[in-house]
């Protein structure tokens, strides 16, 4: 093998070409990953990045704690005579590019650094779409994916499918229930207790909590589990009442259409007016939420914040340049895609970890106060 600078096609015609020659024989093991780096002057992951393809053309087999072997079932092949994996990490989130930018960075800073490419795919908030993508990704033969998933539960029969082939993936913003599959997530919990307290400090004592489903995410719930800490925390005690949550279709509330999803927040935002002595505040799960809901109130003659005070989460461009400006709580987005890629890049270069063995990552959350949210009229 040579010993000057070279990339990862190097390394991989240098080991089909002392396959060839005899050199290396089936079961022969081949150097470490770390000498190889040395042998060859190159970082980590593009040695993983060529022992992976091998892997995946069966020329090669990982034994743990015992190193990597020459594995000749077949007759080799030269690497124009077979396709091997494709250098790409895919990027699935349930929304457009115009909400997802910022992740898409954190990854592609990370991916590049490595020579990977990213690859975007939109879900639309669709299980089947979200499926189908999963699916693709593998056969298609990508090195790993970073997923926001749709729902917590629906596509746990592909998930598991990608843990069963060690295919390398992380989850962001949610985790799925039941699954060992390392996970990026804002601290939701701190989150929903500071934008309640925000609320509680301009003086509100009755507060409603709007989402679409509880259960919908870990993300969902623990928001909730903050506002309620954040309450129970000022000796308020959370009514059943004050929780919005109506199970409305997926299809209505992310609908292209925006009257479709202003029917569903007027309906909402009824609920919350019709309560007798009701709140005067609201911590809706999300931006796009709380927009609709702003949006609901002008359609009802409610003025935001003197007679309701509205707050999101998410600090999207949207709710930033709304005509009230939205009180929100910021997500680091990029820091979310650039730690979900470095995940991802780790499960690569040691193929003996799989996803049980990577910690989850919580990431610290930032109020940011506008004029949607004011005390409360006396």
Known sequence: MSGKTMLYENIINDILEDVKSGKLKDGDKIPTDAELCDIYNVSRITVTRALK???????????????????????????DEEPGSIPAIAVVLPFGEEYGFDILQGVESICARGGYYVTFHNSKFKSENE???LERVFSDRLLGAIVYPCDGYRNIEIYSKLIIHRFPFVFIDRSVEG???????????RAGYDITNHLLELGHTRIAFVCTDLNEAASVSDRYKGYCNALIGSGI??????????????????????????????????RILALEDGPTAVVAVNDETAIQLMEAAKRLGVKVPEQLSVTGFDNLQAGAGYEVPLTTIRQKFNDLGASAAEVVLTLLEDGSKSGRDMPNIVLDTELVIRNSAAAPQA
Not at 179 to 189: E, F, G, M, R
Request: charged share 35%.
């Open 53 to 79: 393809e091998l892997e995946y053309r069966g020329m090669l087999i990982r034994i743990k704690k015992k190193g990597t072997f020459i594995k000749l079932t077949e007759q080799p092949v030269s690497k």
């Open 131 to 133: 499926k189908a993508i």
């Open 179 to 189: 699954l060992n599959v390392p996970h990026v997530v804002s601290d939701n919990i």
């Open 237 to 270: 005690a959370p009514k059943p009442e004050w929780l919005i949550e109506d199970h409305a279709d997926i299809e209505k509330i992310n609908h292209e259409d925006k009257e479709v999803r202003l029917q569903v927040n007027l309906m909402r935002l009824q």
